[in-house]
């Protein structure tokens, strides 16, 4: 433990202190533990996701530093996994910042820096300085370097990108990826859809783990945030305001939109029990009461034909032929299928004749005493009244004219 508390000391003194080093050559050396760790050989190279690593090393033992962008900029270790700092010993440890100390040595893990003071594009070298305290997997031994310096290190793998990624790169994208999510819960939308909602999380979670990588994250906030999302499933709350919305338009739809409404009430129905729960089943109830159904397809929903009202579809027969009416692809018995006189372009009932019977259940549609039926109103007999006689020629078929 006491060794443990002196290289917390060694490491927290201030980085330029010591003899400076003055270089005509290329070099990689540092204080390791106050003692000069020089290497023998050194390199750079830049993977194809742009991540930069500088090694040196002396045949026995290595230093490897890691930063996510090839830019001239300070890096802090022991924050983010992306910029890292390792020491390989003759042993075969590894020694890195990533790791983090035991409770019983420090819950409070000293951050070091890697600064690329100078980036030659032409010759292709890199020159700065670095500190770091690194811990073993098991987090009880640790190895601190201070005072580090690589001076001109070659590049010897990969290319110096012409425009790397930045800090303020990853910084606009996360700030465009928060706004795309907030559109897919704004207050103007008729719904929040759960697919575009987890998509549009999952690239915001994506872009704030971008922004811990290239800016690093010493208050936590960023962390927070990607926890606070969670695993981008959509919340309750916008689950249940997606039903009270799809009831609103259910229970105020027309003949002509019924089944599409209902069928949208039972889906968000649906959704709020997979997002939350349902305890009591009182949420499963109110979809097995639903009936999105047109038995006769005639263009008029089940619920539509119940014209008594007593929940009884069986005893509705308009025209007396044995035929309920939901079962009756003609209700008023007139030739005309109901399909035809149910509903005008807007979805609203037909009544010609303003007598408050609608069509589809007035066997004389224009009110003239003479039956539709008995008007030519389907020569064809096909159902259609597209062939309608129309004596008069006036655009208007012999049935609808009084």
Known sequence: MKKLILLSLVFLTVFSCGDEVEFNSPAFQGDRENALWRASSFTASIETNGFLTITG??????????????????FVV????????????????????????????????????????????????????????AFDEE???????????????????????????TCADVEIAADDALLAYEATFATSLEFVSSEAYSLACSNYVEALNNQRNYCGDLDGSIQTKIDELGDCTMPCEYASANVME?????????????N???????????????????????????ID???????????????????????????????????????DNDDDGDGVLTQYEAVDADGNPIDTDGDGDVDYLDDDDDGDTILTINENADPNGDGNPSDAVDTDGNGVPDYLQA
């Open 57 to 74: 090393s002396n045949n026995y033992e290595t230093v490897n530093l890691k930063v996510p962008s090839v830019t001239e900029n300070t």
């Open 246 to 258: 799809a009831n609103s338009q259910y229970v105020t739809a027309t003949i002509g939109n019924y």
């Open 260 to 286: 599409d409404k209902c069928a949208q009430y039972g889906f968000y129905l649906q959704q709020e029990i997979d997002v939350c729960g349902d305890e009591d089943g009182s949420i499963q109830a109110k």
């Open 78 to 133: 022991g924050d983010v996994d992306a910029i890292e700092a390792q020491y390989l010993d003759g042993f075969g440890t590894t020694y890195s910042t990533n790791n983090r100390p035991d409770e019983t040595v420090s819950i409070y893990p000293e951050l070091g820096e890697i600064i690329i003071s100078e980036i030659d594009v032409v010759n292709k070298t890199f020159t700065g300085t670095y500190r770091f305290l």
């Open 289 to 327: 009461a639903l009936d999105c159904s047109d038995d006769d397809g005639d263009g008029v929903p089940n619920v539509f034909e119940d014209f008594n009202g007593n929940d009884d579809f069986e005893d509705d027969d308009t025209d007396g032929d044995g035929v309920p009416n939901y079962l």
């Open 139 to 165: 987090g009880l031994n640790s190895i601190g370097f201070t005072n580090g310096i690589f001076y001109k290190v070659p590049l010897v793998y990969g290319e110096i990108p012409t425009s790397p990624i």
